[in-house]
């Protein structure tokens, strides 16, 4: 079955910007999104077909997904982005939706 | 506004049954996918059944097929995860979502109802 790997944990400064990235094998050819869940809180979806972005969600968002490897970028980094993040892909070859293990992002 | 409302979540000992909903409210039920996606404590997110608008395509993760029924009740707005043969490691957080129409994304969750199975 497709496997998506997450690093564990991102750490970054207020005001900077975070990258967490989402490997799968060629994982270029499908539609990743990015899902935020705040502790004690559903899931809430960021980024959807790669790079775009719900309404209400801040502009500061924005994804990429190439070769091996998807990215979540956060720019300017606050406070109240601590939070998990998990990749999702649709596995057309087993007709399974896969998560990636998730990454806490830790605000410093 | 758009609301997802699972109940059901209870304490069952191993290989005993539940049975999930998930009440809909504030869009038109039929036209969405809708999925099951679980948490077990301190873990990550995991899918674990889909189901389209008119019932006709279910699909299970490898970990619940076999054991869990996904259903809908399109007149009744609510969707349904029927488990039985539970194991310890169904324990988890059960949330409901809705499938994006025009994506394979869950753009709307409920607040999940937990299940614990337990001796």
């Known amino acids: 079955s497709y496997v998506l790997t997450q690093p564990p944990s991102v750490s970054v400064a207020p005001g900077k910007t975070a990258s967490i990235t989402c490997g799968g094998t060629?994982?270029?050819?499908?539609?990743v999104h990015w899902y935020q869940q705040r502790p004690g809180q559903a899931p809430v979806v960021v980024i959807y077909y790669d790079t775009d972005r719900p309404s209400g969600i801040p502009e500061r968002f924005s994804g990429s997904n190439s070769g091996n490897t998807a990215t979540l970028t956060i720019s300017r980094v606050e406070a109240g982005d601590e939070a998990d993040y998990y990749c999702q892909v649709w596995d057309s070859s087993s007709d399974h939706w896969v998560f990636g293990g998730g990454t806490k992002l830790t605000v410093l | 506004e758009v609301q997802l409302v699972e109940s059901g979540g209870a304490l069952v000992k191993p290989g005993g049954s539940l049975r999930l909903s998930c009440a809909v409210s504030g869009l038109t039920f039929s036209n969405y996918r809708m999925n099951w996606v679980r948490q077990a404590p301190g873990k990550g997110l995991a899918w674990v059944s889909s189901i389209s608008g008119s019932s006709n395509y279910k699909y299970y993760a490898d970990s619940v097929k076999g054991r869990f029924t996904i259903s809908r009740d399109n007149a009744k707005n609510s969707l349904y995860l029927q488990m039985n043969s539970l194991r310890a490691e169904d324990t988890a957080v059960y949330y409901c979502?809705?499938?994006?129409?025009?994506?394979?994304?869950?753009?709307?969750w409920g607040q999940g109802t937990m299940v614990t199975v337990s001796s």
């Open positions: 979502a809705r499938g994006m129409p025009t994506s394979f994304a869950f753009d709307i």
């Open positions: 060629n994982i270029g050819s499908k539609t």
